[in-house]
């Protein structure tokens, strides 16, 4: 069984630009959440959708949007980045919302 | 404010040892504790815990929760050098059911 893939693994974007970071789960699973993990805050929750609705929200501003799709796919976008958006973000999978969830390898993101 | 805390936030030990990682976490609507081990990216899934007492085993590593002193510890025996990673706890609840994770113990095992 495949796990979670994330594309792409390493991107560098320009301050003010816009990304899109994709996610697919292992199949089957329905559940997709996004984190945010950073050397100095760790790993901290963005949002989490389960059936192409989105059920949380982190403390993160309005820049920071998703979307799942039919087939569970999920997507992230980030607007106007700022420096402050490098990190890794992780995407993980679950079967159902409130299960183990198991992570995908992340995208790098840097912004210069 | 729910809260995650591991301690320590750094160990180095030597092949062989036995090591202890703890998480302690303060929470509304606790669900579940997770424990999870990051060699480089992906974090993979080691133990699920959500009854007290009763301890997890994989191997060498074993984990148990206690519901009331809202703590749990993670045990490694017998230590490799393939355990060098971070270790992450995370608490399943809150307000919003979303996974909170500690800032994880860096584990380093010298041969």
């Known amino acids: 069984k495949a796990g979670v893939t994330q594309t792409p693994r390493y991107l560098i974007k320009t301050r003010g630009q816009q990304v899109t970071l994709s996610c697919s789960p292992i199949?089957?699973?329905?559940?997709v959440s996004w984190y945010q993990q950073t050397p100095g805050q760790g790993l901290q929750f963005l949002f989490e959708y389960f059936s192409e609705t989105q059920r949380n929200k982190g403390n993160f501003p309005g820049r920071f949007s998703g979307r799942q799709f039919s087939n569970s796919r999920s997507e992230m976008n980030v607007s106007t980045l700022e420096l402050g958006d490098s990190a890794l973000y992780l995407c993980a999978s679950s079967p159902v919302l409130n299960t183990e969830a198991f992570f995908g390898q992340g995208t790098r993101l840097t912004v210069v | 404010e729910d809260k995650v805390v591991q301690s320590p936030l750094s160990l180095v030990v030597h092949e062989g040892d036995t090591v202890t990682l703890n998480c302690s976490y303060e929470v509304t609507n606790f669900r579940s504790l997770l424990w999870y081990k990051q060699e480089k990216k992906a974090p993979t899934f080691l133990f699920m815990l959500t009854s007290s007492g009763i301890e997890k085993k994989s191997g060498r590593l074993s984990s148990i929760l206690d519901k009331k002193e809202l703590f749990s510890i993670l045990n490694i025996t017998a230590t490799q050098t393939g355990d060098s990673a971070v270790y992450l706890c995370?608490?399943?609840?809150?307000?919003?059911?979303?996974?909170?994770f500690g800032k994880g113990t860096k584990l380093s095992v010298k041969p």
């Open positions: 199949s089957g699973h329905r559940s």
């Open positions: 995370a608490e399943e609840g809150g307000s919003q059911g979303n996974l909170i």
